[in-house]
């Protein structure tokens, strides 16, 4: 499995602005055009742009990128392609792809929350925990994030119905298997996945660097 992931800075800014529209894959086109958020623009398009760069390093044609469409349930995915699952918070984008398994990927940046607001999507132990740690709701927050877009079905209330143990979580009467990530200072991120993990390859690349 390989997550490759990218910070938004001005460099990034500059490079992905100049794509042509043309280059954009046909079921974004206007996806991509009404947001009204730049910001929002800037973020889907790192994603698409580390699809891209993620599909060349596993060795599959990233010519495959204009059939990206989306399922019966919204999420995006390649016909005939490998899994991926594409994630973003503030300046932080991560894309993981797995040719032989499903994927789930999140991150969020660690930031001040109000915990009686999100302590309905805890259990009683994690509480516990992050009554003492409060930045590690977001360790929790990602995993289940992580486990439903790897089933495919996401929404909130399967994130509740799930449970999380040490390494993996349960939900639809089967057990996914979860690996925390160390992407960038700041930020949680889990990756979710249906089968066990072997080996997990990271690479950070700056949108935009010259040799």
């Not at 991150?107 to 509480?127: K, S």
């Not at 939900?171 to 996914?176: A, E, H, I, V, Y």
């Not at 992407?183 to 991120?189: F, V």
């Amino acid at each position: 499995m390989y997550v490759v992931y990218t910070r938004i800075d001005a460099q990034c800014e500059r490079e992905l602005g100049q794509t042509p529209v043309e280059d954009w894959p046909p079921l974004y086109r206007d996806r991509l055009a009404g947001m009204r958020s730049a910001d929002a623009r800037l973020r889907t398009l790192a994603g698409l742009w580390l699809l891209g760069h993620g599909l060349r390093a596993t060795g599959v044609d990233a010519a495959c990128l204009a059939r990206i469409g989306f399922s019966v349930d919204g999420r995006p995915e390649i016909a005939g392609g490998p899994a991926f699952s594409i994630s973003h918070s503030e300046t932080l984008v991560a894309c993981a792809i797995s040719g032989t398994a499903a994927v789930g990927l999140d991150v969020e940046a660690r930031q001040p929350f109000r915990f009686a607001r999100m302590a309905r999507l805890m259990t009683a132990e994690e509480q516990r925990i992050v009554a003492a740690e409060p930045m590690r709701f977001y360790d929790f927050w990602c995993a289940r994030e992580a486990t439903v877009k790897a089933t495919g079905r996401v929404g909130l209330a399967r994130i509740k119905r799930l449970r999380l143990h040490a390494d993996r979580a349960h939900l639809d009467g089967r057990d996914w298997p979860l690996r925390a990530l160390a992407l960038e200072p700041g930020y949680a991120a889990w990756l979710a996945s249906d089968r066990p993990f072997d080996t997990v390859r990271t690479e950070y690349v700056a949108i935009g660097a010259r040799a």
